[in-house]
């Protein structure tokens, strides 16, 4: 009936006695969940990369052409002309550097501004699952678990390529796992969401060991011809293994000690796209039909609400901040990171303790806190504590405590 740390309490019931009133509780107990770990974990980096000032010299010459074509216009007051961006703008307010990227020609061609990828005839793999497959290995061999030892398989990201037959279908068969595989999206929470799922179906006993992928296009849904936001997305993917301790072989293995997910309605990150919009032609093609924020009012409403969540948390598995040795948060704005890691923590963070991999990536959505996690786990040793979370649109926010076996 519930869950709370790492046991379910149970109460049955006994249906079969008609009425309501009439049901008795036949049997209360508590079992205790499993311990359940992460046993691997695998990253897929695009080969190609766009610096601050390849995107910005691209984007003002889109601006300087647009003027330019409608100069008339913006002399008369019609329209108002477009401002250049400017890469010490993006890293001063964002942190980011760069972007990792699927296709770097197509986004940083001023008459086009979109990654080129080619559409593929259904015979051959799609992208997604191309770069799920190549992330899925490094983590089933960290984890020492070939595919005929996982069955299921779950997708977790922020925009899917078709909407069926799931992606995690196809990369289940891609990989030659047997048992059953499903797409989930909650855009960048998306990760920290898909272990929880993970951890649930494997204490339940619907599944023993579940990879969970995140490959995240997100330039596929960025507008590259908006000054706010055009700078904030890369393209990456993610692959998590989660499987029972008493199952798992791998020298490192990570317990999932607590999961907590929230989500709190929110229209100040939005993306319309979806199946309905041909229903109505009039908003095909807008700016609301790709990401849009109120990124301002993100950061101000999105940091305390993580910071509460992460600190309650601990309170309630008795951990106290000064255990934490390590913050794999979300990578979308450095001041983020360094705002919600000063509310936990109660001081600054060192780059160590709440390490940055959003200047070389930027945001890759759900895939962020699991790249930091994945790059920055080596001075580890059994007993260490950290917690890896997720923000984003929603709002969604997921906390993951993590102790090193
Ligand atoms: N180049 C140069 N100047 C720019 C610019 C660009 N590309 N984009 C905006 N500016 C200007 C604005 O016009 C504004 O100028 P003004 O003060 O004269 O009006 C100024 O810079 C500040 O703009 P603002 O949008 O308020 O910037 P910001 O400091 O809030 O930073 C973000 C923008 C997006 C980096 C920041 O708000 C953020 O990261 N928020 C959280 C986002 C987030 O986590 N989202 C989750 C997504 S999953």
Same mark, same amino acid.
């Given at each position: 009936?519930?869950?709370?740390?790492?046991?379910?309490?149970?109460?049955?019931?006994?249906?079969?006695?008609?009425?309501?009133?009439?049901?008795?509780?036949?049997?209360?107990?508590?079992?205790?969940?499993?311990?359940?770990?992460?046993?691997?974990?695998?990253?897929?980096?695009?080969?190609?990369?766009?610096?601050?000032?390849?995107?910005?010299?691209?984007?003002?010459?889109?601006?300087?052409?647009?003027?330019?074509?409608?100069?008339?216009?913006?002399?008369?007051?019609?329209?108002?002309?477009?401002?250049?961006?400017?890469?010490?703008?993006?890293?001063?307010?964002?942190?980011?550097?760069?972007?990792?990227?699927?296709n770097?020609? /197509?986004? &940083?061609?001023?008459?086009?501004?979109?990654?080129?990828?080619?559409?593929?005839?259904?015979?051959?793999q799609?992208?997604?699952?191309?770069?799920?497959?190549?992330?899925?290995?490094?983590?089933?061999?960290?984890?020492?678990?070939?595919?005929?030892?996982?069955?299921?398989?779950i997708?977790?990201?922020? @925009?899917?390529?078709?909407?069926?037959?799931?992606?995690?279908?196809?990369?289940?068969?891609?990989? /030659?796992?047997?048992?059953?595989?499903?797409?989930?999206?909650?855009?960048?929470?998306?990760?920290?969401?898909?272990?929880?799922?993970?951890?649930?179906?494997?204490?339940? /006993?619907?599944?023993?060991?579940?990879?969970?992928?995140?490959?995240?296009?997100?330039?596929?849904?960025?507008?590259?011809?908006?000054?706010?936001?055009?700078?904030?997305?890369g393209?990456?993917?993610?692959?998590?293994?989660?499987?029972?301790?008493?199952?798992?072989?791998?020298?490192?293995?990570?317990?999932?000690?607590d999961?907590?997910?929230?989500?709190?309605?929110?229209?100040?990150?939005?993306? @319309?796209?979806?199946?309905?919009?041909?229903?109505?032609?009039?908003?095909?093609?807008?700016?609301?039909?790709?990401f849009?924020?109120?990124?301002?009012?993100?950061?101000?409403?999105?940091?305390?609400?993580?910071?509460?969540?992460?600190?309650?948390?601990?309170?309630?598995?008795?951990?106290?901040?000064?255990?934490?040795?390590? &913050?794999?948060?979300?990578?979308?704005?450095?001041?983020? @990171?360094?705002?919600?890691?000063?509310?936990?923590?109660?001081?600054?963070?060192?780059?160590?303790?709440?390490p940055?991999?959003?200047?070389?990536?930027?945001?890759?959505?759900?895939?962020?806190?699991?790249?930091?996690?994945?790059?920055?786990?080596?001075?580890?040793?059994s007993?260490?504590?950290?917690?890896?979370?997720?923000?984003?649109?929603?709002?969604?926010?997921?906390?993951?405590? &993590?102790?090193?076996?």
């Amino acid at each position: 009936v519930s869950h709370s740390g790492n046991s379910c309490h149970w109460i049955s019931v006994d249906s079969a006695l008609p009425g309501l009133e009439r049901h008795t509780i036949i049997d209360t107990e508590t079992r205790h969940m499993p311990d359940i770990v992460i046993s691997g974990t695998g990253l897929y980096t695009p080969a190609e990369s766009i610096s601050n000032e390849e995107l910005v010299a691209s984007f003002n010459a889109y601006v300087e052409q647009y003027n330019a074509e409608n100069a008339a216009a913006i002399e008369t007051g019609e329209l108002p002309p477009l401002q250049p961006s400017s890469a010490e703008f993006i890293e001063k307010a964002s942190g980011i550097k760069s972007r990792v990227v699927m296709n770097k020609e /197509g986004i &940083l061609d001023p008459r086009r501004m979109v990654p080129r990828l080619p559409e593929r005839p259904n015979e051959d793999q799609s992208v997604m699952c191309e770069m799920a497959v190549a992330a899925a290995a490094e983590a089933m061999s960290q984890a020492g678990k070939p595919a005929t030892d996982i069955d299921a398989v779950i997708v977790a990201a922020s @925009n899917m390529q078709r909407a069926y037959p799931a992606m995690a279908v196809e990369i289940q068969d891609a990989l /030659g796992i047997k048992g059953y595989g499903f797409d989930m999206n909650v855009a960048c929470s998306s990760a920290t969401f898909g272990i929880q799922q993970a951890r649930d179906a494997v204490a339940m /006993g619907s599944a023993n060991c579940v990879l969970m992928v995140n490959p995240e296009i997100c330039t596929g849904h960025l507008n590259f011809r908006d000054r706010d936001s055009h700078f904030i997305f890369g393209d990456v993917c993610t692959a998590v293994i989660i499987e029972r301790a008493a199952t798992a072989t791998a020298e490192e293995q990570y317990l999932i000690v607590d999961s907590k997910l929230q989500t709190i309605y929110s229209n100040n990150i939005r993306n @319309n796209f979806g199946f309905l919009n041909r229903a109505d032609e009039s908003g095909i093609g807008k700016p609301d039909k790709l990401f849009v924020q109120e990124g301002r009012k993100v950061f101000k409403e999105v940091c305390p609400a993580v910071a509460n969540q992460i600190s309650a948390q601990l309170e309630l598995q008795g951990i106290a901040p000064s255990q934490l040795k390590r &913050l794999w948060l979300h990578q979308a704005n450095l001041s983020m @990171n360094q705002l919600i890691s000063r509310r936990v923590l109660g001081r600054d963070a060192t780059a160590e303790e709440a390490p940055t991999i959003l200047d070389e990536y930027a945001n890759t959505s759900s895939a962020g806190s699991v790249i930091a996690f994945h790059k920055h786990r080596d001075d580890f040793r059994s007993g260490d504590i950290g917690v890896l979370c997720s923000f984003g649109a929603g709002y969604s926010i997921g906390s993951v405590i &993590l102790k090193k076996r």
